[in-house]
């Protein structure tokens, strides 16, 4: 919990409500806790990845590739060719290619896993706000029926006053998605 003291201690001043602030501190310092716990090979993955998506890389590519390949064309006479059917270029290139694609599926496959605990978070806190708002119509409804407000007699409150069930969702998407899916492959046929 964040003290008064530390609540006028802001570093910079700001419009955004005190639980948005608070909110964006715990979301970096857990992002700060998640990077310190990662193990050596999560970290080896990750700078190698972040390295071969540089311009840094691909100069240094450019450099090495473009002096090879001058080299054994023979255009530099005083330095002997090392490799003039490419052969090894060839090789390094594709030996290269498989480790740095491994690198890149290891630092996608966690970023999918950490974008999988935020959709989780995500949807942990719709439902939340969903429970909420729905008891929130049914309370003003309750307080507007007995204050004998018109408005609280409208059809549409009840159905939004009933919990919506995930798992009802979840089956009406998949049941939409099916007869979408047997629609365009009969409009196909």
Sequence with gaps: ?????????????S?????????????????QAEERRKGWQDWLADTITRFTGSMLFVYIHLVIYGLWIVINL?????????????????????????FLSTFVLITQ??????????????????LLAEHEVTRLIQLVTAM???????????P????????VKPEK?????????KRFEFEERSSRE
């Design 169 to 177: 969702v979840l089956d009406t998407i998949d049941e939409n998605q």
């Design 15 to 31: 419009e955004m409500a005190q639980v948005v602030q608070r909110n964006i501190r715990a979301l970096l310092a857990r992002r």
């Design 74 to 98: 023979g255009w530099i006479p005083f330095i002997p060719k090392f490799d003039p059917t490419f052969v090894i270029l060839a090789m390094v290139a594709s030996v290269e290619a498989i």
């Design 156 to 163: 549409e409150l009840n159905e939004l006053a009933r919990d």
């Design 144 to 154: 507007a029926k007995q204050m004998g407000i018109e408005e609280s007699h409208n």
């Design 1 to 13: 919990m964040i003290s008064r003291t530390e609540q006028k201690q802001e570093p910079y001043p």
């Design 109 to 126: 496959n966690r970023m999918a896993a950490i974008a999988d605990k935020r959709a989780d978070l995500d949807l942990q806190t719709s």
